[in-house]
């Protein structure tokens, strides 16, 4: 072959893979610029609620507002909800690891950055009309302005999900009923300091808590109600505490600093515009929670109010959470604000549902006018009944109430007292087994107990009694909780 024609062969050949190699290297919008993916977290989906509609609005108008020049890709489920999971995602966006993402106002303590954790002041932003009056001021401003040199760049705030109590058992409308309880938290200072001090016990547990339910290791969470919808639960912690908001689950908007300033000034405009885009989405956005209360009264979902001196109670044991915060040279500026911004907004969103829906586990008012005033005939003594999860599954049951343990009943001139020991798979209600998980009075005639809680006021069990060789054996066909107490038949001991 003549030399010549050779090394203007591999000439024309090695042109070729160059300049394939320089058009595969970037892709080209219709300008001609390149085409730069933002690879943005969460720790959850864009709209696990239904009702994220700022964040979905920011996912929309990135590729949107730049004409397809910048792009999105999601890295959904960051953390494995593990209880670190919000801090974790924020780290990763701080160092660059990922380019920006969307974190709820809870996780920027736990990750070293401060200055959100007033917007879970408890009990301060009870309404979406607060909250949204909240991210179009300058609160929201000076807000992010705390995330300087943080190595996260705040975009925006966003309104989020109203944080209710949701409990298994019954509802948590007064501090008595807070006491002792097992209650999840989310990685989240103040949000401990608030179980403490309504006399609950705070434990740090991820997306998984309601297997914490139904095992009995936990006995409620703040959780919102689109999200519990749009999980498919149901009865498993299924007592709201309809009147009582905790905090709402606002959301940031986020970039990373070194990705933004990596940006050119037109696509840090874009970004910027997608996040306000994504904002005002949020405020004129509609938050229908009397049609979801609805939908999940039909699984079985109660919802009972606190009353005017409930909520005045537990507003009182929140105190000092509060004026630590108020405390806090960065938050405490803020917090007076806030206060400020929700006492304007501050009109009742209260749930519109149907009347058997807010009854909550209170007893039936038609049982309330049955109940004698004589003492059951049940012979006093100590009773107990030892009951392993396996049976509890055997029933049919799921163990949520914690109906496994070793319960000891007590009966004393017409007085009762339950106790009750775990198990090696939890149990006894969820409860602290320190002292008793129930006293009251035990009324009845004939072979009808009525055992009317002292503790829990409202709780009442209406039960068919025999006592025979077997053991002291309750029956109610018509039981809904309190499995503990038909299971099997209580031996007597004492």
């Not at 920006?100 to 996780?107: E, I, K, L, S």
């Not at 999980?231 to 606002?250: D, Q, Y």
């Not at 017409?414 to 020991?421: D, I, N, V």
């Not at 829990?456 to 053991?471: A, E, R, T, V």
Request: hydrophobic letters at 40%; glycine letters at 10%.
């Amino acid at each position: 072959m003549n030399m010549r024609r050779l090394v203007a062969g591999l000439i024309t050949t090695l042109s070729v893979v160059a300049t394939a190699a320089c058009s595969a290297s970037a892709p080209t919008d219709r300008a001609g610029g390149d085409t730069v993916t933002l690879k943005l977290g969460t720790i959850d989906h864009v709209n696990p609620d239904g009702q994220s509609f700022g964040v979905k609005a920011f996912v929309d108008n990135i590729p949107k507002v730049s004409d397809g020049r910048l792009k999105v890709e999601i890295v959904e489920q960051y953390g494995d909800g593990a209880p670190t999971a919000d801090a974790d995602l924020i780290k990763a966006i701080a160092e660059g690891k990922l380019d920006g993402g969307w974190v709820g106002t809870r996780g920027f303590g736990a990750a070293g950055i401060h200055g959100l954790e007033v917007f879970e002041a408890p009990m301060v932003i009870t309404t979406y009309a607060a909250q949204k009056a909240l991210v179009s001021s300058d609160v929201a401003t000076q807000a992010l302005a705390s995330l300087d040199k943080s190595g996260v760049v705040g975009l925006g705030l966003t309104v989020g999900a109203l944080r209710h109590p949701f409990a298994a058992k019954s509802a948590l409308v007064a501090p008595e009923d807070w006491k002792g309880v097992k209650f999840r938290s989310f990685n989240s200072d103040v949000q401990s300091d608030t179980v403490k001090a309504l006399g609950a016990v705070p434990v740090n547990v991820g997306q998984g808590w309601i297997d914490d339910v139904r095992a009995g290791r936990l006995r409620g969470a703040e959780f919102s109600l689109a999200q519990y919808q749009q999980s498919g639960w149901g009865k498993e912690a299924g007592n709201v505490t309809g009147n009582v908001v905790l905090w709402p689950k606002m959301f940031v908007l986020s970039m990373s600093q070194q990705k933004f300033d990596a940006l050119n000034e037109q696509q840090r405009a874009w970004v910027q515009e997608a996040a306000n885009r994504g904002v005002q989405a949020s405020v004129e956005a509609t938050y229908d929670e009397s049609s979801i209360a609805e939908e999940l009264c039909s699984r079985g979902v109660r919802f009972k109010e606190a009353t005017p001196a409930q909520l005045l109670a537990l507003r009182t044991q929140l105190t000092p959470v509060l004026d630590r915060l108020a405390a806090d040279p960065v938050n405490g500026p803020l917090l007076t604000k806030i206060k400020a911004v929700a006492q304007q907004s501050a009109a009742s969103e209260a749930l519109s549902v149907d009347k058997d829906c807010l009854t909550g586990v209170s007893v039936d008012e038609t049982v309330v006018r049955d109940i004698p005033r004589t003492a059951a005939a049940i012979p006093d003594g100590t009773y107990r009944v030892q009951i392993s999860a396996d049976e509890v599954l055997a029933a049919g049951l799921d163990n949520h109430d914690g109906n496994s343990g070793i319960w000891t009943l007590t009966i004393r001139r017409g007085k009762y007292e339950m106790r009750c020991q775990p198990g090696d798979s939890g149990g006894c209600g969820g409860e602290s087994p320190i002292g008793p998980v129930d006293t009251g009075n035990l009324r009845g005639k004939r072979d009808i107990a009525y055992l009317v809680s002292e503790m829990h006021p409202g709780d009442i069990h209406k039960l068919q009694w025999m006592l025979n060789s077997s053991g002291l054996r309750f029956v109610n066909p018509h039981q809904t909780r309190g499995w503990e107490l038909v299971l099997k038949p209580w031996q007597k001991i004492d």
